[in-house]
């Protein structure tokens, strides 16, 4: 079994940062105790249960036994060091403080104490004393990166932008030659408000990293935010006929499109496109603005279709371009097509709900029923937790006319629903739809109920349920209610002014039902529905205006209402 002290070698050899060195133990102290030569037994001991005590994460019982080992020597620089730890961990920072700044006076050449010290100072505020201490180890350690930045981080929010520059120029000298501490000092210089500094140093970039592209993307910019376009230009051609970065080409567009030069800009961005040095992800960025211009100045859909078709030849296998192409159709009112693409889309990556969830979108915009229920199948397996799938699988059902598995669907989705009362009541709304379809009223009645108390301002619900009570005489001072509501709601719309026209029709308030009526009719304009004509004529014979309500019900024969049924209205007394 190996004795403690062994144990101890080993632990320090594991850990030299967190225990500061453990060949400082030796200057310990002495000891008159045989065997132990000139070591000091009791710090020895203490030490070690403090060592312990760390590992097992009790800072109190670290603590208590560092201290007893400055009992036994005082000037034991690791000990100070480890309480300053302890007491920096537990927020303690004046002693923490105390602690560090002693360890540095025993030990002034310990690379680690003065970066302890240096940390805790920061903390406190302290940026003379941590300027102090980094300095130090910038000098003494400029192999110790961390310090340095910090130093430099330092002294740039201080505003002593010279100073760190000195940093930058000492890790130059320690690392070699590198770009970054051109950048660095150039964003001194911006710092600073040195613009012309700025650009000396992204011209040593260009000049000694001739490769770095981002020198010249940022001085051109710079140059072009200043109004030095024709400068800017310069620097992007030079760099062009260095390197041929696609990125530069891209910048130029920019740079030519807010000139206004539109078609030398489109010259940049196809080369942009041909060239791999533009990732993707800024292509499709592009490619995406050229489609939601295109929108609007339908010249530019050719110019984005032939960036689409780039995108599909040079990236075969992803996903984006798909989804531009998809949009592209959109645009242009395809959206069979555009739902075709996006399912070229989801062939090369399914892992997005949100493609799933477009692609069903097309799919019920194009009326696509057993396709939007195959792609929210799939859909629901990957993202089994997702309520809208299966809310896309029910609407899917209920337009096939499969009722009882749109039903079995909307349960699943209310079941998977949390904190979104809007769509809870939208799927709670096709439930009730599907318990009126088949004659359960009282069914429908509770879902419609259970809609409302989820969303108390749900128009569509407000203004079905209204209807269908009116159509079976049922509750109608409640559907007067709600109709009432809906009108208030979204006012000007003629579908919500017939049901409100017609709950009041059916509770007997003919007169107002007949000045709602006659809104709706204006409010459809030169072609009114059947619907709305039928409803009308049977107003008007309420108010024993018989004429009138033939010529209501001929007119609503005459825009494709039901013929039976109107006709036996126009043969009545």
Known sequence: MSSPLFRLSALCALMPIIWGGCGLLGKAGSTSEEGLGAVNSEFHAAYYKAQLAKIKGDRGGARESLLACLDANPDAAVVHFELARIERMDGQWDAAMIAADRAVSLDPENPWYRREFAEIALEMGRNEDADMALEWLLRNKPEDDVAAMMLLDLRSAEGRFQDAAEVVDILEKEWGPDPEWHFERHRLNIAAGNIEGALENLGDVERDFPEVVEAPLQHARILSSMGRVEEAEVVLRTALERSGNGRLHLEWAHLLTARGETDAARTHVRQAFASDDVPLSEKLEIAWAYIELAEIQ????????????????????????????????????????????????????????????????????????????????????????????????????????????????????????????????????????????????????????????????????????????????????????????????????????????????????????????????????????????????????????????????????????????????????
């Open 298 to 573: 339908e010249d530019l859909r050719p110019e984005a279709q032939q960036l689409i078709d780039a995108l599909i030849e040079g990236y075969p296998a992803e996903a984006g371009p798909y989804e531009l192409l998809a949009a592209q159709r959109d645009i242009a009112g395809d959206a069979e097509g555009a739902l075709d693409a996006l399912v070229e889309a989801l062939d090369r990556d399914a892992n997005s709900a949100d493609r799933w969830l477009e692609a069903c979108q097309l799919a019920t915009a194009s009326g696509q029923w057993s396709r939007l229920e195959s792609m929210a199948s799939s859909a629901g397996d990957l993202f089994p937790n997702l309520p809208v799938f299966p809310y896309f699988r029910g609407m899917a059902f209920m337009e096939l006319g499969d009722d009882r598995s749109a039903e079995r669907q909307l349960m699943v989705a209310r079941n998977l629903i949390v904190d979104r009362p809007d769509f809870e009541s939208d799927v709670l709304a096709m439930l009730a739809q599907l318990a009126h379809d088949r004659g359960d009223h009282a069914a429908s009645d509770d879902w419609f109920e259970l809609a409302l108390e989820a969303n108390p301002q749900n128009i569509l619900v407000l203004n079905n349920y209204a209807y269908y009570l009116s159509l079976r005489g049922a509750k109608l001072e409640r559907a007067v209610e709600m109709a009432a509501r809906v009108v208030a709601l979204s006012p000007g719309d003629a579908n919500f002014e017939d049901t409100y026209a017609w709950a009041l029709h059916c509770n007997g308030d003919h007169e107002e039902a007949l000045t709602w009526i006659e809104l709706a009719l204006v409010h459809e304009g030169e072609r009114p529905s059947a619907t709305v004509l039928d409803h009308a004529g049977d107003v008007l014979k309420a108010l024993g205006r018989m004429d009138e309500a033939r010529e209501k019900w001929q007119a609503a024969i005459d825009a494709g209402g039901e013929t039976e049924p109107l006709l036996e209205k126009l043969d009545s007394e």
